[in-house]
């Protein structure tokens, strides 16, 4: 991969997250701070006091910059978009269309935000990150943790009034969550970057038992964790609107297409055309990402016309009786 990492503090482009029988085996975060409503973490939930980095080809990232939409807090939590090609230098961020240049550490790159961190930081350099102006530091780097925060301490301030982790459910929500991760949201990185046959057969055997499992979940119930969006749709969401983008092809996920999935296919449509997504959806950063960085696995780097998809399509997800998402008192 290109992602690059930093060893104490320098820039490191030559590394790997493979096992020796060719498995990819991601590196864990490193950064896992809480920022709660009462500020008893050290870390208080205010107006303005935090920054958020995303790509929008990033399917980790682009969960969190859809949190920060869909809950209404785009006024309360800064972001940045960085370009979505990587450079030999990592993420980088550009003022070209789409992008948002970094305005509160005037960054060229993004390890330069973990380096004013922890000047001797050693890990990868990901997004997403959640900033803290206040402290000048990176409160957490963890997607999960961070869609949590978004969803459930910065109620006081989220304009959308929605909870998409409600009590009855919270067990429920992140049963599926964890259910989801391993084959569908890690597993495509499992196939794409596995280094052996017996490797990517094993990866891709997941993916396509897992989606075949949810397609069955989903001919009874409009979403995950029944008849209301939770966390646990908006961390399949990611992954599956860039299946049939780019896993499918680039990383050779081709048993089925996605759009072959009747009901995970209108679940998308459906989760695509709920106010505040489309916003923070982009095909061309998804495409560039994938297929213009990662020359590992496509070496020309030419980006693909197709496929032509029209997320704006109707969809049948509306035959389910809807329940309201619970508001937040």
């Known amino acids: 991969m290109a992602l690059g990492m930093m060893i104490q503090g320098q820039w490191v482009k030559d590394w790997t997250e493979r096992d020796v029988q060719g498995k990819f085996v991601r590196m864990p975060t490193k950064f896992h701070d809480w920022i709660t409503a009462s500020g008893s973490s050290g870390f208080k939930a205010e107006v303005g006091r935090y920054h958020l980095y995303v790509s929008l080809g990033c399917p980790w990232a682009h969960r969190t910059a859809i949190m920060r939409s869909v809950k209404g807090l785009a006024s309360v939590i800064s972001l940045s978009i960085v370009k979505p090609e990587i450079s030999d230098f990592g993420w980088q961020f550009s003022d070209e269309p789409g992008c948002l240049v970094d305005t509160v550490n005037q960054a060229k790159y993004l390890w330069e935000i973990y380096v004013k961190a922890k000047p001797d930081y050693t890990g990868r350099v990901t997004v997403p990150i959640l900033w803290d102006k206040q402290t000048s530091t990176i409160v957490n780097n963890e997607s999960r943790q961070i869609i949590r925060m ?79 969006i939770t966390e646990a749709d908006w961390c399949l969401f990611p992954t ?17 297409r996605l759009r072959d999935y009747p009901n995970l296919w209108n679940y998308v449509l459906d989760l695509y055309q709920q106010p505040g997504v489309k916003e923070v959806c982009s095909i061309d950063h998804i495409k560039r990402l994938y297929y213009g960085s990662l020359a590992e696995i496509n070496p ?8 032509t998809i029209d997320f704006n399509a109707p969809h049948d997800r509306d035959r389910y009786l809807v329940m309201p998402t619970k508001a937040v008192a």
């Open 240 to 256: 599956l609107l860039r299946f049939d983008v780019a896993y499918h092809g680039l990383f050779k996920c081709n048993v089925k």
């Open 150 to 228: 978004l969803d459930t301490e910065f109620e006081a301030f989220a304009e959308a009034g929605v909870s998409f982790y409600p009590q009855e459910l919270q067990s429920e929500i992140d049963r599926t969550i964890d259910a989801i991760y391993q084959p569908i949201n890690n597993g495509v990185y499992r196939a794409g970057f596995a280094n052996s046959q017996a490797a990517y057969d094993e990866a891709v055997t997941e993916v396509f038992a897992a989606l075949d499992y949810w397609e069955e979940v989903l001919e009874n119930q409009r979403y995950l964790v029944g008849d209301q």
């Open 300 to 307: 020309s780097r030419i980006i693909p016309k197709g496929p």
